[in-house]
């Protein structure tokens, strides 16, 4: 894949019309649209559809998490609409996980569907390490749990992982050059960090062996998106 294909933008809006004009205005320039909470809880799966027909591929973000049963009709619905990746989070355990891997090659095989990557979010990129240990009560380092969730999800037979890019060498190690690493918490060379905690630059992400970066505010909230998009291909590169 070039650079370009590695980029994800995050549609983090709250309407249809500004992700239609994203949309349309960045298609040429990147690989994919990232469509998180915020859009699909206001919009709903018309935002899918929509944005299927402009010729984008879509990351549907909802970070599922719940029983496997739930989990796995869920997932199978997000394949129906026609994601081509969807998440569920890795803290759900390994049956949960094996669940939506198994409903989505289902559907995508009853349907005719091209099957969508499946990746299991890991440690969110807006947990710090105190965070990590002192609210949410796990004993260790971020990175350990971070590759521990990454070689389950592998073994329930999902695609990859989301991971802050500050894990990706460690991943990369235990699962190997096929497994998808999905990269946020990424900020342009002196760009603001907003409020994500563990974060790099573009190209230290593609160094490190990200298979997609996910880039949102420096992207969608600058005066000219494209060029923009274009300064963060070229740090890509």
Not at 57 to 86: C, E, M, W, Y
Request: charged residues 20%; neutral net charge; glycine residues 8%.
């Amino acid at each position: 894949m070039n650079p370009q294909e590695r980029l994800i933008v995050a549609l983090d809006v709250d309407n249809l019309e500004k992700a239609i004009h994203l949309t349309k205005l960045l298609s040429p320039y990147v690989g994919a649209f990232k469509v998180g909470m915020q859009l699909y809880n206001s919009v709903g799966p018309e935002v899918i559809y929509t944005l299927k027909k402009l010729g984008a591929n879509i990351f549907v973000d909802l970070k599922l998490h719940d029983i496997p049963n739930t989990v796995a009709q869920a997932s199978r619905v997000l394949t129906s609409h026609g994601a081509n990746i969807l998440n569920v989070h890795a803290a759900g355990g390994k049956e949960m996980m094996q669940s939506a891997a198994q409903a989505v090659y289902k559907e995508a095989v009853d349907k005719g569907l091209t099957r969508p990557l499946v990746v299991a979010v890991t440690v969110l990129t807006s947990i710090s390490p105190q965070v990590f240990q002192e609210e949410i009560g796990f004993v260790g380092e971020i990175e350990d749990k971070v590759v521990t969730w990454a070689k389950l999800a592998q073994a329930a037979g999902l695609d990859g992982v989301v991971a802050s890019p500050q894990e990706i060498k460690a991943i990369r190690q235990a699962c190997g050059p096929e497994f998808v690493i999905i990269t946020p918490g990424i900020r342009p060379s002196g760009g603001a960090t907003h409020d994500q905690k563990r974060v790099t630059t573009p190209r230290e992400a593609i160094v490190a062996g990200a298979t997609y970066i996910v880039v949102g505010r420096p992207i969608t909230a600058s005066p000219d998106p494209i060029e923009a998009v274009k300064d963060i291909v070229s740090e890509m590169n």
